[in-house]
């Protein structure tokens, strides 16, 4: 069982960066693949970033690459979006999810939210212009 917590959304202006945290709780959490995903006003969840269980491997929504950063330190427990020169249409619920690292790891797959087995409860970020 893995319990995820994510925190550091807020209010920003555009332009500015932001530093989400996701905080695990399980034994065996080093041992998943974890996503990002995002829900903006009155839309459909969508992929942000995914890390493979080792922290080797990183896969990016189109629209985020060059500006976001997904990393994890297993030590803590914790896997981290590096948000920078952020947009008003960035705005949205943020939440983390993990799943279980099986097969090989592929951009296909792990943007898929039905691979993830654990979700947080979302943490807000509110871009303004």
């Known amino acids: 069982q893995v319990q995820l917590v994510e925190s550091g959304g807020g209010l920003v202006q555009a332009g500015d960066s932001l530093r989400l945290s996701c905080a695990a709780s399980?034994?065996?959490?080093?041992?998943?693949?974890v996503g990002w995903f995002r829900r903006p006003p009155g839309k459909e969840r969508e992929f942000v970033a995914t890390?493979?269980?080792?922290?080797?491997?990183?896969y990016y929504e189109d629209s985020v690459l060059g500006r976001f950063i997904i990393s994890r330190d297993s030590a803590k427990s914790t896997v981290y979006l590096e948000m920078s020169s952020l947009k008003p249409e960035d705005t949205a619920v943020y939440y983390c999810?993990?799943?279980?690292?099986?097969?090989?790891?592929?951009?296909?797959?792990?943007?898929?939210?039905?691979?993830?087995?654990?979700w947080g409860q979302g943490t807000q970020v509110t871009v303004s212009a």
């Open positions: 890390i493979n269980w080792s922290g080797g491997v990183t």
């Open positions: 399980g034994r065996t959490f080093y041992t998943y693949a």
């Open positions: 999810a993990a799943g279980a690292s099986t097969g090989t790891f592929t951009s296909d797959r792990y943007q898929r939210s039905e691979v993830y087995n654990y």
